[in-house]
Structure formats: C-alpha cells, structure tokens
C-alpha cells in the first residue's frame, strides 16, 4: 500500500486519489492550486449566479429561491448560514433520516412543538402561552443538540459556564412560558402534586 508523502492517505482512499512520482497525492496537488484562485472573484461570480435565482424565484412568486440538503451537522449548518445571512437567500432544507435516530426520538421532536401547536388550537385562550411553549421547546433543542455536538454527548447537560451572556439570556427565557403551561396544566387538572 502506498501513502501520500505529505498528508499520509492511503492510495486505496474514496474518493479516489492518484500519487505521483515524487509520492504526493492529487488531494495535496489540489490544495496547492487553491492559493491561486482569486477568491474575490469567484465570490463575486458566485454572488451573480445567486442574484439570478432569487429573482427568478421572486418573479415566479416563489418561497424558496434554493434546496440546501442538511443532515444536522456543523457542515450543512454552515451553508445555510451562509446562504440566508451572508447572500440572502431563502433556502427550502430537506433532510432525511439516516436511521441512525432512534425511531422514538424522531416522534419526540416531532411531536413535543406540535403538541403544544395542538393545545393552543384547542384552548384559545392560552394560545399565546402554548406557543410560547412550542417555542421554547425548539431553542432547548437547539441547545442541546449543540452542546451534544461539542461534547460528543446526549447534550441533556448544558455547562452554563460555557453559554454566552445572551444564550444564557436566552436559555432563561425559555422557563418562564414551562412554568406558565405548568401552571395551567395544575389549574386544568386539580394538580397540587405538581412540581
Ligand atoms: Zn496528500
């Protein structure tokens, strides 16, 4: 088996790569060239083809001008940021399950914000709570789901010391509409054991 001299893959790596006679790999060749592109330009060419489907999308009266594919992880993350706040596009995100979740957990996360959804459709007069609700429930998602990304966890635990002032802010806000639903919840059902 040969290895690239330089960065170590093995020659049999997918997707395939072809080393040279000084023993460095087409990867490594690729990479090298990169420093002589000019970015700037490509960025700006990059923004043109952009330009051209949001106003396509706009003049046909579309919601999403682009498809992103995301999985959930920091890559298809990172292109989405880009692609709203960085060039303005609306993009439609599908995923699908790579059925590695557990079935349970796919229900759970589907159905925790819709359930609260449900409530509020049923009992108007708290609607403004229960979505609240629904809500909070996603930004605790977020949380944890980035939190277990970091540390390679259930994220069920989130080290407080390590949330910014405003995520601290934000994680804070989302208990106040929990205790409001509780409260609710105990009024509804004569529930004085309700913690
Ligand atoms: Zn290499």
Not at 43 to 50: D, Q, V
Not at 52 to 65: G, I, M, S, V, W
Not at 100 to 127: C, H, M, Q, W
Request: charge should be neutral.
């Amino acid at each position: 088996m040969k290895y690239c001299s330089r960065c170590l893959y093995p020659e049999n790596a997918r997707p395939t790569i072809f080393i040279d006679d000084e023993g460095v790999c087409s990867g490594c060749r690729n990479h090298e060239r990169e420093s002589d592109f000019d970015w700037d330009d490509r960025e700006k060419a990059l923004r043109k083809i952009l330009e051209e489907y949001k106003t396509k999308a706009k003049d046909a009266n579309q919601l999403y001008d682009c498809v992103i594919p995301v999985s959930g992880g920091k890559d298809s993350h990172y292109q989405v940021h880009l692609a709203k706040n960085v060039y303005g596009l609306n993009p439609l995100l599908v995923t699908y399950n790579h059925a590695y979740n557990t079935e349970i957990g796919v229900r759970n996360i589907n159905n925790t914000s819709n359930r609260f959804l449900k409530l509020a459709e049923l009992d108007p007069k708290n609607a403004l709570i229960y979505e609240a609700c629904a809500e909070a429930f996603l930004v605790l998602l977020k949380f944890r789901t980035e939190e277990g990304l970091k540390n390679n966890s259930d994220g069920r635990y989130l080290d407080l010391n390590e949330l910014s002032k405003l995520d601290k802010v934000k994680l804070k806000n989302t208990f106040s509409p929990i205790n409001e639903v509780q409260d609710i919840i105990k009024n509804k059902f004569q529930l004085t054991y309700f913690t």
